[in-house]
């Protein structure tokens, strides 16, 4: 008899210094399962250096909890406001860290991307990606947005890492 696909716990995250959304999903061959969702919020009226610990508190709480064996990012698209572009590069590289120091593969997906590879158009709003997650991963009702981008993040890194096993399986 041989045994099942193995099964992965990969961990979504969109990065933002106000609201970091987060998605956990398990994989097993080409089968995804939803297995939670969030946000972590960091307290506006705090300084920046205070924020960010919060934020990282709050990525190590999600990853005691649900111990994910892989990490996956949404890239940073350069913002109009330099100011905000510099803060959201910031937390984003907290949101990278927080899983890479715990030994995580960390892997980073441009927006586009994600939308095409879960809406099929590179440019979706945001009620289609909520829309086809719940369709992609029956069970969550996710009704944040910062949650449900976290998990297409999720979705696009389990459908490209199971791309990326193939095609090395091919050249062997």
Not at 42 to 61: F, I, Q, S
Not at 72 to 100: H, I
């Amino acid at each position: 008899m041989t045994a099942g696909p193995t099964s992965r716990r990969l961990l979504g995250l969109d990065p933002g210094l106000r609201r970091t959304g987060w998605g956990i999903v398990d994989m097993a061959g080409q089968h995804l399962r939803f297995v939670a969702a969030g946000v972590v919020l960091t307290d506006e009226t705090r300084d920046m250096a205070d924020r960010l610990v919060e934020l990282l508190a709050g990525l190590n709480r999600v990853m005691d909890e649900w111990t994910p064996d892989e990490a996956a990012v949404e890239e940073t698209f350069v913002n109009k406001n330099p100011a905000s572009t510099l803060k959201l590069g910031q937390a984003r590289g907290v949101v990278m860290l927080a899983p890479a120091l715990r030994g995580l593969r960390v892997t980073e997906y441009s927006p586009n991307l994600i939308k095409k590879t879960v809406v099929g158009a590179g440019h979706a709003d945001k009620a289609q990606i909520q829309m086809m997650v719940r369709r992609l991963l029956p069970g969550s009702a996710v009704t944040q947005a910062d949650a449900a981008d976290a998990l297409a993040v999720a979705i696009c890194h389990a459908h490209h890492a199971e791309t990326r096993r193939l095609v090395a399986g091919m050249g062997r």
